[in-house]
């Protein structure tokens, strides 16, 4: 029997990072209070910045003005590590119970069981197929020696 993949878990879906951002480097202040705050020891960040207003005031903007951004974004970064260890542990159960039906054998397993019972019934109504057949051959004769005879 293969494994159905159609039953694996699906990995989380992460919306799409910007293919423009604004790097910030963190000053020493603001990594001890995002490595406090979130656990995340980071140097900088990359900011999504489509329209690129945060660039053109990153220069004006005091650090306390830019740390709730920061958080923001190493609190999403470990939601999303979150999401994906979960994930991978479902993915490992999943395989670890796959292989497990794969190792089963293949009397116990369910698809086994559903062919035996597929044979029984064919082999029970085998004698009325036949005759239906037979029956349909007969017809398709007699239909073609009528219109011959017409």
Do not use: H
């Not at 490595?35 to 220069?59: C, H, K, Q, S, W």
């Not at 009325?128 to 017409?150: F, G, L, R, V, W």
Request: proline letters at 7%; charged letters at 35%; one cysteine or more.
């Amino acid at each position: 029997m293969a494994i159905d993949y159609s039953t694996a878990p699906k990995p989380p879906e992460f919306p799409e990072m910007s293919k423009v951002v604004c790097r910030v480097v963190l000053t020493p202040e603001q990594r001890e209070r995002v490595l406090a705050e979130t656990g995340r020891d980071l140097t900088y960040v990359d900011l999504p910045d489509a329209d690129g207003d945060l660039t053109r005031e990153i220069g004006t903007m005091a650090p306390q003005d830019i740390t709730p951004l920061i958080l923001l974004y190493a609190v999403t970064l470990n939601e999303q590590d979150e999401a994906m260890r979960e994930y991978l542990e479902e993915l490992d159960i999943w395989q670890k119970e796959a292989q497990a039906e794969e190792d089963k054998p293949e009397e116990e397993r369910p698809d086994f069981k559903v062919k035996q019972e597929i044979e029984r019934i064919k082999l029970y109504y085998a004698p009325e197929a036949d005759a239906i057949k037979a029956a349909m051959k007969e017809a398709t004769s007699k239909y073609k020696k009528s219109e011959e005879a017409s």
